[in-house]
């Protein structure tokens, strides 16, 4: 189906014609909303609401005329309208903010420049271990085993496996604590 006999389709009342349009139009209009979406805008959003604008205001397109430049000026609109949202969500929060939450989120800011030293850190420590003992680390927390699982893995009693990775653990803490009081110096 051509895309002009689509738009006619739609204006005499056949929905389903829509989604012919739609698949038509598609690539241009979402390619044209992602370069131009500011940041922290939905783009998909942004261009599914053109779509929707389109069919709801499709007696205004003029027939002939270029439909492709019709649906990418509401899909400018829409950007314009995308932009002003986010604007008074910016403004607003800005108004609403109380200074003491903002000194709470730069302190939390703080703690995580903070935290990814320990990360960095923790993984020197890690590196340090014998392959073993790293490999009994990873079974726990990056494969998530439970510590029964891996006690059937590895023929032990549960119990052994708790107190070998609390005393893992207990020294890799240690090791981060040295690293950060290292730093300190």
């Known amino acids: 189906m051509e895309l002009e006999e689509a738009i006619r389709r739609v ?19 979402r390619s044209f909303v992602v370069c131009r979406c500011p940041p922290g805008g939905d783009a998909d959003d942004v261009a599914q609401r053109t779509f929707i604008a389109a069919f709801r205001s499709i007696d205004q397109y003029r027939a002939g005329s270029d439909f492709k430049a019709w649906m990418l000026t509401i899909a400018r609109f829409q950007l314009l309208a995308e932009s002003t949202r986010l604007r008074r969500i910016a403004d607003y929060h ?13 302190r939390r800011m703080e703690q995580g420049a903070e935290c990814e030293g320990r990360i960095g850190h923790l993984k020197t420590c890690l590196q340090s271990l ?3 003992l790293r490999d009994l680390l990873a079974q726990r927390y990056e494969a998530e085993l439970s510590i029964g699982d891996i006690a059937r893995n590895t023929g032990r009693s549960a119990g052994a496996i708790k107190k070998h990775l609390f005393f893992l653990r207990a020294r890799l803490h240690d090791c981060i604590l040295s690293k950060i009081a290292a730093e300190a110096r």
């Open 11 to 29: 204006r005499k009342g056949d929905v389903d014609a829509y989604l012919h349009v739609v698949r038509a139009l598609e690539g241009p209009v």
């Open 94 to 106: 800005q108004r609403l903010c109380p200074p003491s939450l903002v000194d709470a989120l730069d």
């Open 130 to 132: 014998d392959a073993p």
